[in-house]
């Protein structure tokens, strides 16, 4: 009897033993899909105040936008109708409120997708393309400082063939 009660805790610990493991193990790859190394440099550059190097519409924050949004956002026939390849459309609304709202990054509709973590729904560009660290500096500092469009009040911008993919 005696024997046979042991083996049964013997069996119920080992249980609960594999649950604890596999819970461990769930929780530690978790925790690295939340928080990745670019979110923790992501939450620093949030948290940072101070005043940032005067960002320049055509040489910085152009270049970005047309190589890395318009293939998708620019053109015809626009990503879920949403344009930002002319000043009037990046000031313009969209679900999310207007995409450029200048002096504020985070209510700025553009700057919310772009901070998002690659894996979350809505992440722009979308999953495996996130921008890098210092690009979204750039896009941050820009609209920080005023979102002054820097180009010919009229022009479209033009989207960089090839750079990245036009699905998804
Ligand atoms: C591969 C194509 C693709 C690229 C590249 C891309 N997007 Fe998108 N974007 C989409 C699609 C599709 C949607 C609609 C579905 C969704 O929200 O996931 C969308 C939705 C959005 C929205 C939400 C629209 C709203 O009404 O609020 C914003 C803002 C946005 N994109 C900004 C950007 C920015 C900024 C970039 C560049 C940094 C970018 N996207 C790059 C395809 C793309």
């Known amino acids: 009897m005696n024997v046979r009660y042991r083996n049964i805790d013997g069996a ?19 925790s690295h899909l939340f928080s990745t190394p670019r979110d923790a440099e992501l939450r620093k550059l949030l948290a940072d105040d101070r005043p940032a190097a005067r960002v320049d519409f055509e040489g910085d924050v152009r270049p ?5 949004c318009l293939p ?4 015809p026939s626009p990503a879920a109708g949403v ?3 002319t ?14 709202v200048p002096d504020e990054p985070l ?7 772009i901070i998002l973590s690659d894996s979350e729904p809505g992440a722009m560009p979308p999953t495996g393309h996130a921008l890098e660290v210092g690009e979204i500096k750039l896009l941050r500092n820009w609209i920080r400082q ?10 479209t911008l033009q989207p960089v063939e090839g750079a990245e993919p036009r699905s998804i």
Do not use: P
């Not at 970005?64 to 890395?68: H, K, M």
């Open 83 to 85: 344009s930002l390849d």
């Open 87 to 100: 000043r009037e459309a990046l000031f313009a609304s969209g679900f999310r409120g207007s995409f450029v």
């Open 72 to 75: 998708c956002h620019g053109g």
């Open 146 to 155: 005023g979102a002054q469009w820097g180009g010919e009040e009229d022009a």
């Open 12 to 30: 119920l610990g080992g249980v609960a033993l594999v649950l604890l493991l596999l819970c461990a193990v769930l929780a530690s790859s978790c």
């Open 64 to 68: 970005i936008l047309e190589a890395r």
């Open 107 to 113: 209510r700025s509709g553009l700057f919310r997708v």
